[in-house]
Every structure is written in C-alpha cells, then in structure tokens.
C-alpha cells in the first residue's frame, strides 16, 4: 500500500521505485488543439471520402501529369510548326550541345562520323526522306519506328531536337571514311530559291 503522505489530491495511489504519478489537468490550450484535431480529421474525412468532395493524392497527381502532358504537348505543336522555317543554327554553344547529344543518343545507330551504320549515312547528298533542314528535324522529331529510327520528341525538348540537327548539318559533305553506300536514290538537287 502506497503511503499518500503529502495527502496532495493529484497524487495517484500507485508506486513503482518510488515514482509516483501526479494526475494533473491537462492545460486547457492543450485540451482545444485535441479536439480541433478530431474536429478536423471528422471533416477531412466527410469531404475526401464520404462525400469524394477534394482530390486525393493518386487523383491530384493524375491531374497535374495531365495539365503537364498538355504543356508538353502544345510545346511540341509549336515546334512542329516553326520546323517548317527554321534555320540550322551556326551559334558554337548549340552545335556543341548538338555533338553531346550525337555521340551519347545517334552515334550508335549513325556513327560518329555520320557516316551511317545502322542508320544511313547523313554526310552524303542521299536522303531518304528530304535534303532539307526542316526535313532532318522532321525526321529527328518524328523517328522512323518502322525502319528503327528513333522518335526523339518523347526524349528530347525541341531545343535539343534543334541542337542535335544543327550539329549533323555540320557533317553535310565531310566524305568519312568508308561511309555506308548511298540508299538507291538520286542525289537530293541543291536547294534553289528562283527569287533570289
Ligand atoms: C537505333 C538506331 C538509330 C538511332 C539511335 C538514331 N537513328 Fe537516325 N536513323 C536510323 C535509321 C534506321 C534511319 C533510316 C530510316 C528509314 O530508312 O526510313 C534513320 C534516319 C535518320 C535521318 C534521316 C536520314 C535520311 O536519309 O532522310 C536522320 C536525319 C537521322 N536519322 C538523324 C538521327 C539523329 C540526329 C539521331 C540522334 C538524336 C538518330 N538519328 C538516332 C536509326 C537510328
């Protein structure tokens, strides 16, 4: 039997090593922020899954991959359409960007050199599908999934696209070694612009 000396009425009746427990009130601050918690969880719970008012996290991520996937894809719309007329750029820091990006993501398929293995070769003035700049980034953007070329617009931004192209028209009439034989074709006309 404990001895509750002091006769202190918080004082439990219970020892354990001469500890003993005081049954104090718990301050009232402390007593509010509890019942907010279960006031909240009762209407968190209501909104999210009695009533499916507010999006859960699977659902919200779902939604902002969505808006993403839009952001994407209207990026890509626009560059579609400024394909059409851009220019290779002659600016060192995108044609070196353009070279990184050819040796880690082409140089399997086109060899370093351009010179083709798996791919053709994109040095010469055989072109399977166009000789035209707008015709390579097409290519690039687009792949050729059927004959193994790669669709690069899921991999890589249009500024890379751009980059990447601009660098293999560097290559055009660099005569590698031992290039891969021309696709059984007449060679692409040289580009004339009768208004000029
Ligand atoms: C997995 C192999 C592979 C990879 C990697 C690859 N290509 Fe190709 N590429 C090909 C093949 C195969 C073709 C020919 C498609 C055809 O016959 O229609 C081709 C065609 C092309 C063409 C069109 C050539 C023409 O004659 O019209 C261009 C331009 C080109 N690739 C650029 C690139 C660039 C730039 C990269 C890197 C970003 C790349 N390729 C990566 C296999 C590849």
Known sequence: MIMNDEKDPLLLDHEADG???LDNKLPRWWVWLFN????????????????DRGALMAAEYQREMEVGEKVKQ???????KEMMTMQPSTDRAVLDEGEKLFTVNCMPCHRADGGGLVGPNITDDYW????EFKDNLRIISNGVPEK??????TLMKPTQIY?????????RGSNPPNPKPPENQAPAQPEVNIYE
Do not use: C, N, P, Q
């Open 74 to 80: 209207a990026a890509l719309d626009r560059f579609e």
């Open 128 to 131: 399977i599908h166009g000789s």
């Open 36 to 51: 907010l918690t279960i006031a909240f969880s009762g209407a968190y719970m209501l909104y999210y899954h009695v009533f």
């Open 19 to 21: 500890i003993r427990e």
């Open 148 to 153: 193994g070329m790669v669709t690069w617009k």
């Open 163 to 171: 980059a990447v192209g601009s660098y293999i028209y560097t290559l």
